[in-house]
């Protein structure tokens, strides 16, 4: 891991750094405590599609875990995203595209056009491995190399992450949503979420434009693990509560600090 | 109010109170913070069937509320439960034939028997009455008279609760769940959620034995407030998770005291 740039604002310190995956230089950002020396855990965070590593949502829900927990949190820029767009032309157009197509629909998002998500499917295990790969590297300093790791990604960021957790037994804990059954890795999405066995909460938009009610039920029912848990709220693809990153922070503290015993069931 | 007993304990004020209603005593506990003397929030929790106001969810419940938020938690016997059971071998033996009919049924609970789901219904304008009448006796002091009012109640208490919600502008967030469209106040269910404007937090599991999957969805989306929550856990309907407690905690705290404004939407 290569720093860039550090800097250091309201007791969370923010370092621009640079990984080595295969030849290529992978984009991220670390954001730590201030002043912190000992241990301490990380949650990852995927971002959505379109977006890249410090969109205003991952940036405020790093900063909330770094201050409320004292965790690290380390973000990515997906393959084809952020920093690493290969064609700003292409990239713009697809916006522009994106645009078009939500103002034709008259609210909210267009359906995902099967090319773009072919697209999204292929960079998959490119990006697992880099994730991964970020893991090793976050190991090799002894205030992270104990873990525990946790992962936060809606949308493209459970297409990533479903799959990552999976294969990856280091992820402790994942914040996983706004993603149906089928829409996730096509066919695969059922096996996969069938493997899951770590604690997971759920979150799912109602009147979700890019997928059915139906397929968000489907796939947390299909999740493996019994400790699973799925916030449903009304509105878009883009219109989950801010009170739902709260709950995000809630889970972590739960199961990536040494957790205080909640009362008896009811 | 009357009071017959006052206890501390911890920070929390525990008191015992009769509260005539049309010439009947009905019992309950007002619990407050120790030492407050200026105007707090109230909530008010109603108790599952066959359980009381002092059972250990709610005593739980209502210590957690008032330590961490500072609110007061008041908790009323339903008719024919608690203090107010008219016919103690009668409660005795339903209380037996429940445990039976649940260890025939293997696991979990059996389904509600259509003569107590009757006389349940019977039991809520009755109930109402009492709690509308509790809320006019809170607020001839002037620590609560302003309120704000919330409701928590899951399984009976969403029984009481919802038609209670509806009827009564003074209450103007709520805790809700364990409960199905058509089970609540029978054909009534769907009008009534309609008619509820105000935040809910609607809590449900996935395995309950008393509902169908569909008919807590159902309700949950007749709910006619645009700020409505749904959370889903695996388990059968006395297994919620002890969590869901905290979440409630965390509800009542961003609606019923000044909030703090949470991060921009995702």
Same mark, same amino acid.
């Not at 949308?155 to 990856?168: A, D, K, N, Y």
């Not at 829409?183 to 938009?205: H, K, W």
């Given at each position: ?6 800097? %250091? ?16 230089? *992978? ?17 990852? *965070? &995927?971002?959505? &599609? ?92 002894? =205030? ?8 936060? &990604?809606? %949308? ?25 059954? =089928?829409? *996730?890795?096509?066919? =695969? %999405? ?21 997928? %059915? ?29 801010? #009170? ?6 809630? #889970? #972590? &503290? ?13």
């Amino acid at each position: 891991m290569k720093i860039l740039d550090e800097t %250091s604002e309201l007791g969370v310190v923010e370092r621009r750094f640079d990984l080595d995956v295969a030849g290529e230089a *992978v984009p991220g950002i670390h954001w730590v405590p201030a002043g912190a020396t000992g241990p301490h855990p990380t949650v990852l *965070v &995927g971002h959505g &599609g379109t977006q890249h590593k410090r969109v205003p949502n991952v940036l405020a829900l790093a900063r909330r875990l770094v201050r409320h927990l004292g965790v690290g949190v380390v973000a990515l820029d997906a393959p084809e995203h952020g920093d690493r767009i290969t064609d700003p032309d292409a990239a713009r157009a697809l916006l522009e595209r994106l645009a078009a197509r939500r103002r034709e629909a008259g609210r909210g998002l267009p359906p995902m056009d099967p090319e773009r998500m072919r697209a999204m499917q292929k960079r998959v295990p490119k990006h697992l491995a880099e994730w991964r790969a970020l893991i090793d590297d976050l190991q090799t300093d002894e =205030r992270y190399a104990a873990g525990p790791f946790g992962w936060w &990604g809606v %949308s493209m960021g459970t297409h990533h992450g479903l799959p990552l957790i999976v294969e990856e037994p280091r992820i402790t804990a994942a914040v996983l949503g706004l993603a149906g059954q =089928r829409l *996730v890795e096509g066919d =695969r %999405s059922g096996r996969l979420a069938g493997q899951v066995t770590i604690p997971i909460l759920f979150l799912f938009q109602w009147d979700d434009e890019l997928m %059915s009610r139906q397929s968000g039920l489907d796939l947390w029912d299909a999740l493996g693990t019994r400790d699973k848990t799925m916030h449903i709220n009304p509105g878009g693809h883009v219109e989950m509560p801010g #009170f739902e990153y709260r709950a995000s922070e809630e #889970f #972590f &503290g739960r199961h990536l600090l040494a957790a205080t015993p909640e009362p008896a069931q009811a």
